[in-house]
């Protein structure tokens, strides 16, 4: 079994490796069943590349970030799927 610091860090490197996006700071951690898993849900925000460092200032206008969601077995620690994760309208 893997508590959720740990699920956070699969999470993080899992990006790092799989995507060319920016560093991801954590947004939302659930708990929850995927396809039988037992899996901590982890989404991660990002701001895309293009944006660079005018991310900071225009993030308080627009919010300039991608989200995405990592599902990690609690069990095992495997990543079992990574998701978009659209945001309900505003």
């Known amino acids: 079994m893997i508590d959720v610091?740990?699920?956070?860090?699969i999470a993080k490197r899992k990006a790092a490796?799989?995507?060319?996006e920016g560093p991801a700071?954590?947004?939302e951690i659930e708990r929850e069943d995927?396809?039988?898993?037992?899996?901590?849900?982890?989404t991660l925000g990002f701001v895309p590349r293009e944006l660079?460092?005018?991310a900071s200032i225009t993030r308080f206008r627009v919010d300039p970030l991608h989200y995405r969601r990592f599902l990690i077995d609690a069990e095992t620690g495997e990543?079992?799927?990574m998701k978009l994760?659209?945001?309900?309208?505003r």
Do not use: C, F, N, P
Not at 34 to 42: A, E, L
Not at 85 to 89: D, F, N, Q, V, Y
């Open 5 to 9: 610091k740990d699920a956070v860090q």
């Open 17 to 20: 490796e799989m995507l060319e």
């Open 25 to 27: 700071s954590l947004e």
């Open 34 to 42: 995927y396809k039988g898993h037992d899996t901590w849900s982890i």
């Open 52 to 54: 660079g460092v005018t």
């Open 79 to 81: 990543l079992v799927a």
């Open 85 to 89: 994760r659209e945001l309900a309208s």
